[in-house]
Each structure stands twice: as C-alpha cells, then as structure tokens.
C-alpha cells in the first residue's frame, strides 16, 4: 500500500471514532464531491477532502463550539486545529512533505477558501453538508440552530456550489422545504 493510501485508510480510521454520526459518511461525501468537480484531483486535495472535520474526531482535542461567542472564529480554529492533527498522521504515515503541507494549507482554509484550490475544497464540503449532514445535524440540533447553519453554509457556496444543492431533497419533507427556504432568502424569495 502506497504512503497516500495508507494515510487516508488512517484518516479514515480516526474520523470513524468521531462522536458525530455524519462524519464518516461526510468525509467520503466531500471527497467524492471533490472528485466530481475535478475528477484528477491529486494526492493532496484527496487527502484534504477526507480530512477537513477530522478536529471532530479527536475529543480530547476537539475544538468546541461553545468555547466561541463568534461561528467564524470557531471554525476557523476548528480548520486549524484540524490541519495540526492531519500534520501527524501524514508524518507518521511518512507522506511527502510537499503534499503534508498542501493537504493541511487545505484544510486550514477548507471553512473560507480564498484559491481556486481550497475554494474547490470549501464548495465540495458545503455541499456535502447539504447531501448527507443536515438530516443527522437537524435531529441533533433541531429547527432553529438548522436554519442558521443552513444560510451559513449557502452563503459559503458558489455559484455552481448553489446550483448543485437545488435537486437535493429529503425524504423529511420539512428539511426540503428548510432548503428551499434558505435557496430562496438569498434570492429574495421565500418558500415557508
């Protein structure tokens, strides 16, 4: 097994451990939103994309929410934290130091991109949220906390990104007409 993959089989191993249920499921979702984007992506964006939430999977290491009056600032630490645990795993799995760095410079801007490169990254994890999170987040978190993580992370989308979650739906009618609510209060429609 080559070094890339046995780094992800790694980081897959670590977010399995991850006390949110999604988790699994959205590390494997993001990189395959990833590669649907940019189907040649390479070793780094891969590992990046499994990678981003892995600061969730580490609880005696974990960023917490409720240590943040602000929700940038909290994930902009949770991005950052998330890059020094991924930092580890690559360099124990002895990955090279070019792509070591390029995984974890993508995940410490995967919240706010900023290139074309963690940009990509940021798109394929909001839309992952939208397809396989917000089911699981909405019965953990309910309505309200739902609503505001769901114009969050729309508003993080671009263009293409929104185009992408508007053939999303739930089999919970009330979570596709949240999504549609919140498409439609950035177009100045609303469905609710």
């Given amino acids: 097994m080559d070094r890339i993959e046995y780094a992800k089989r790694k980081i897959r191993e670590v977010i399995a451990t991850s006390k949110v249920q999604e988790d699994p499921a959205h590390a494997d979702n993001t990189l395959e939103w990833l590669l649907k984007f940019d189907p040649t992506a390479d070793p780094a964006m891969q590992v990046a994309a499994l990678a981003h939430d892995i600061d969730r999977a580490v609880e005696e290491r974990k960023t917490r929410r409720s240590d943040f009056d ?13 890059a020094k645990i991924l930092r580890e795993i690559l360099d124990d799995c002895q990955v090279a130091k070019l792509i070591a760095e390029e995984a974890c410079r993508l995940v410490t801007l995967h919240e706010v991109g900023g290139d ?8 394929a994890d909001s839309i992952s949220y939208f397809d396989v999170n917000m089911p699981l987040y909405y019965q953990r978190e309910g309505w309200d906390e739902t609503k505001r993580r769901c114009v969050w992370g729309y508003r993080r989308l671009s263009s293409r990104g929104k185009e992408m979650i508007k053939g999303i739906t739930y089999e919970n009618q009330t979570l596709t007409r949240l999504l549609h609510w919140t498409i439609g209060q950035t177009g100045g429609k609303e469905f609710i």
């Fill in 70 to 82: 602000d929700y940038d600032v909290f994930k902009a630490a949770h991005a950052q934290n998330g």
């Fill in 116 to 123: 074309p490169r963690s940009d990509l990254l940021k798109d």
